[in-house]
Structure formats: C-alpha cells, structure tokens
C-alpha cells in the first residue's frame, strides 16, 4: 500500500518540481482548466441552465448532475472521497483502517464518475460504446464537445421530466 501512496503523491511532486523551473507547466495547466470550465459552461447553455454555475465548486457539481436528473444529495460522491484520500496520503497513514477507507472512496468515486459521464452521453443522444470510452479518457474536451456540436440535449434521464418524456 505504500507504493500506492507514492504512486498518489507522484504526479504532484513530479509537476512541483518542474514547475519550479519552467513556467510553461502552469500556463498548460491554466489553459486546461480553462477549457474544462469553457466545456462547462457551453454545455450547461445548450442545457437551460446557467453558465456561470461552471465557476462556482459546489453549484457546479450539483448543476451537472440535475443535467441527468440526478438528485443534488448525491454530489456527496464526489465532494466527500478527495479530502480524504488526500489527508491520508499526504499524512502518510498506512494503517489498515486507512487503506481501506482510502481504496474505497477511490473506488466508489471512480464508479459514480464513470456512470454519471455515461449518463451524460445518453442524455445528449450518443448511445455508442466509442462515445462511452471517449467521454471517460477526454471527460472535459469530451463535454466541451458536446456542448459545441449539434447533438441535442435530450432532456434528464431521471426525474419527473424523464417520465413525461418516455411517455409521450
């Protein structure tokens, strides 16, 4: 379990020391957030909702699931797991509770991410298993896709709205 802490820790070490040196990595990972919050923003636009939600942490995520119709309790999923997988890395516990704890708030996070970007495709139409992959590997260039191209949001996939749709 050591070797997973450090291969957890590893990315941001790696980038600290050679942002250090070279300017260009946080220029990258400006731009990278920018287009993760400009995908946001597009699609919650071609969605009805508002834009300006994309910026704001908690809204944010709460927004994206009411894309699917998801209720807002369940950004619990998402906002719970990384503080704690982060304070045990970081403090280095490698007791067993903390192993535990930490290999499953990483594992039902990956899971509820992976289900609710596949969800995110059905609601947008794209039913392919090549959608379903590309939407796991690029998540952000992947919705900022979705928000530029001329796939229409098919409404929630959960929800009263859901109901009237499949009857009608």
């Known amino acids: 379990m050591e070797q ?3 291969l957890l820790k590893l990315p941001f070490i790696e980038f600290y020391q050679y ?6 990595l946080w220029v990258l990972l400006g731009l990278l957030i920018a287009f993760g ?4 923003w597009v699609l919650y636009y071609k969605c009805s909702l508002p834009g300006v939600a994309s910026i704001i942490p908690v809204w944010n995520v709460v927004i994206f699931l009411k894309i699917m119709g998801r209720p807002a309790w369940q950004s619990l999923f998402l906002m719970i797991p990384p503080p704690i997988i982060a304070y045990i890395v970081l403090t280095g516990d490698h007791s067993m509770a903390a192993n535990v704890t930490m290999v499953a ?5 990956a899971i509820f991410i992976a289900t609710v970007y596949i969800e ?4 947008f139409g794209k039913r392919g298993i090549v959608n379903y992959i590309l939407v796991i590997l690029f998540n952000g260039l992947y ?3 979705l928000g530029m191209s001329s796939a229409e949001y098919e409404g929630p996939l959960y929800g009263p709205k859901a109901f009237k749709a499949a009857s009608a």
């Not at 919050?37 to 946001?40: F, K, R, T, V, Y």
């Not at 708030?105 to 996070?109: A, E, G, S, V, Y």
């Not at 995110?120 to 609601?123: D, H, I, K, W």
């Open 4 to 6: 997973l802490h450090t």
């Open 19 to 24: 942002a250090g040196n070279n300017e260009f």
């Open 37 to 40: 919050i400009l995908g946001q």
């Open 105 to 109: 708030m990483m594992t039902i996070m």
């Open 120 to 123: 995110l495709c059905n609601c």
């Open 143 to 145: 919705v900022m896709y």
